[in-house]
Nanobody
């Protein structure tokens, strides 16, 4: 069983930064790719970023490219999302997801490309 716990969300002004963390329990964290998604009420969950098992490749949504950075520390079983130059439209609940595969492909952009999810952490960006 894999358990994911996000932290680091909060309220920040536009232009500010936040760093989300996702602590993963389970013996296989370092073997699998990970991702971040976000969701606002009334909308579908959308892809934000993903990273391969060793951090060698990353994917980003166009809306966050150049502002957000995904990284991981396999020694700490943790994946991070550094969010800079935040905008009000970044306001959402952010979810960490375990991919179940080592690599990234087109399926990494979709929810069904992941097998375990965290409970989410709220990020609110004020204008």
């Amino acid at each position: 069983q894999v358990r994911l716990v996000e932290s680091g969300g909060g309220l920040v002004q536009a232009g500010g930064s936040l760093r989300l963390s996702c602590a993963v329990s389970g013996p296989t964290f370092s073997s699998y790719a990970m991702g971040w998604f976000r969701q606002v009420p009334g909308k579908e969950r959308e892809f934000v970023a993903a990273i391969t098992w060793n951090g060698g490749s990353t994917y980003y949504a166009d809306s966050v490219k150049g502002r957000f950075t995904i990284s991981r520390d396999n020694a700490k079983n943790t994946v991070y999302l550094q969010m800079n130059s935040l905008k009000p439209e970044d306001t959402a609940v952010y979810y960490c997801a375990h991919r179940g595969l080592t690599s990234l492909s087109s399926s990494a952009y979709a929810e069904d490309g992941y097998d375990y999810w965290g409970q989410g952490t709220q990020v609110t960006v004020s204008s």
